[in-house]
């Protein structure tokens, strides 16, 4: 049973424009989540990430949301460029002991010069 | 900083063979790295938890003595997949931590496993 979840395999949106990725998890107890992106046949690479005693953090064109009531969270990209087409996880702690993390499906962003 | 490498980043292999995986932190201290394996246009799972000097953690259904894991420094923890068979074929993929209070991980690059 898959904790973390995005639903949206696939966005397009053209550069310049707002890229917005979302993630849904199921268990209460995740205190952390982080983003990632991932190129083909690459290791993925660490964005952004956010306590769950926070609602937004931000990081130059990326900001990542927390809605813990609704165990929701989103990327926003702004302006998005071609640049960032990739793949994105989000992903939680599985467990805080061994840190380990258990990912989305990932979402793969398409962006159009 | 934060850079972790793996090596090979692409091997065939017979199926029969074994094959060894490293995975280095270059910049840092690792006292924990996980391994992940991910199939084609599916998302990342964890294989095991490796802490250095001392046994590793597997998950469910991934079967220890087939994929046989030493952090035997701070630095270097090897994955080696034996008597490889062609569904071994996938994309095995290292993290790392340190040991600050973080909880980011830093993954390397990949290795792409095809089994013949």
């Known amino acids: 049973d898959q904790q973390v979840k995005q639903n949206s395999p696939s966005l397009s949106v053209q550069e310049g424009r707002i890229s917005i990725l979302n993630c849904d998890y199921t268990?209460?107890?995740?205190?952390?989540f982080l983003w990632y992106k991932k190129y083909p046949a690459e290791g993925p690479t660490f964005l952004i990430s956010?306590?769950?005693?926070?609602d937004k953090n931000e990081d130059g064109r990326f900001t990542v949301f927390l809605n813990k009531s609704a165990k929701h969270l989103s990327l926003h990209i702004v302006p998005s460029q071609p640049g960032d087409s990739a793949v994105y996880f989000c992903?939680?702690?599985?467990?805080?002991?061994?840190?380990?993390?258990?990912f989305g499906s990932g979402t793969r962003l398409q962006v159009q010069p | 900083g934060a850079v972790v490498s793996q090596h090979p980043s692409w091997v065939i292999c017979k199926s029969g063979t074994s094959v060894k995986i490293e995975c280095r932190s270059l910049d840092f201290q690792a006292t924990t790295m996980f391994w992940y394996r991910q199939f084609p246009k599916q998302s990342l799972m964890l294989m095991a938890t490796?802490?250095?000097?001392?046994?590793?953690?597997?998950e469910q259904g991934v079967e220890k003595d087939k994929f046989l894991i030493n952090h035997a420094s701070l630095t270097l923890s090897t994955l080696t997949v034996t008597s490889a068979h062609p569904e071994d074929s996938s994309f095995y993929i290292c993290?790392?931590?340190?040991?600050?209070?973080?909880?980011?991980?830093?993954f390397g690059p990949g290795t792409r496993l095809t089994v013949t």
């Open positions: 268990n209460s107890m995740f205190d952390y």
């Open positions: 992903a939680s702690i599985l467990d805080t002991g061994r840190r380990a993390l258990t």
């Open positions: 993290s790392a931590r340190s040991s600050g209070i973080g909880y980011e991980q830093y």
């Open positions: 956010i306590s769950s005693i926070k």
């Open positions: 490796s802490n250095e000097g001392s046994k590793a953690t597997y």
